[in-house]
């Protein structure tokens, strides 16, 4: 009963506002932006643990030794993430699944992906990666532009053999100019976003273009 009163306690010295989102459990503020204005979402610290090991590392620093009161609230500054995919992340690992969309816009998958990656909390999400990719993959692989984004998202979510037809397309449809920047087939320069893990692209092309002689015969 006496760690109950204490968790409560907890709870009242984190005053909500009217900006604030508010978990179950919260004993943890994190600092985040949300469309623009600034958010103090009140979490619970025992969640963050078991969903990350980054989060963890932030709570419980394994290599300080712990000096700070147990009743002191703990804070976290995420205003560099993006705060959209951020709320998606806490309601999934906070259960509050009603809170979740079905759909993701290809910005905000990009996004999640890159903070699923980011935080090392994939395998918390995969029943929500499943939903959202399941319609997402069957596009991607039927159009006839693939946006390189969608390669990282593939590349986080584990999407191994989506990953690889994608992959695959990306390597008939763009080349490279003198500068080193990719561009479609119509000159187009295609952006490829700064999330992509180092060399990505570059060995896609390296690969894959070893395979174009087969890739023609098929």
């Known amino acids: 009963m006496a760690s109950r009163r204490n968790h409560n306690s907890l709870e009242r010295r984190l005053p909500p506002t009217s900006n604030s989102f508010v ?3 919260a004993d943890v503020r994190i600092f985040m932006k949300y469309k623009g204005k600034a958010i103090t979402a009140l979490v619970s610290s025992h969640v963050l643990v078991c969903a990350s090991p980054v989060w963890k590392k932030f709570l419980f620093p394994p290599w ?11 804070q976290i500054d995420c205003t560099e993430d993006d705060g959209v995919a951020l709320l998606i992340i806490l309601n999934i690992i906070h259960l509050r699944h009603k809170d979740v969309p079905a759909r993701l816009e290809s910005d905000t998958l990009l996004q999640v992906a890159v903070l699923c990656d980011q ?21 991607l692989i039927s ?4 946006p390189p984004h969608m390669l990282f998202a593939c590349w986080v979510f584990g999407l191994e053999s989506t990953f690889e ?3 695959t397309k990306l390597v008939l449809e763009l080349r490279t100019d003198e500068e080193g920047n990719w561009r479609s087939k119509s000159g187009w320069r295609i952006p490829v976003p700064e999330t992509m893990p180092d060399g990505i692209m570059g060995k896609c092309y390296h690969d894959l273009k070893q395979d174009l002689p087969r890739l023609g015969r098929n």
Do not use: R
Not at 64 to 74: C, D, F, L, Y
Not at 122 to 132: G, L
């Open 23 to 25: 978990f179950p459990g």
């Open 119 to 139: 935080y090392d909390c994939v395998s918390i999400a995969k029943h929500w990666i499943d939903i959202w990719m399941k319609e997402t993959e069957a596009n």
């Open 143 to 146: 159009k006839h532009f693939v």
């Open 165 to 167: 037809a994608l992959a």
């Open 64 to 74: 300080v030794s712990p000096s700070t009161p147990a009743n002191t609230p703990k």
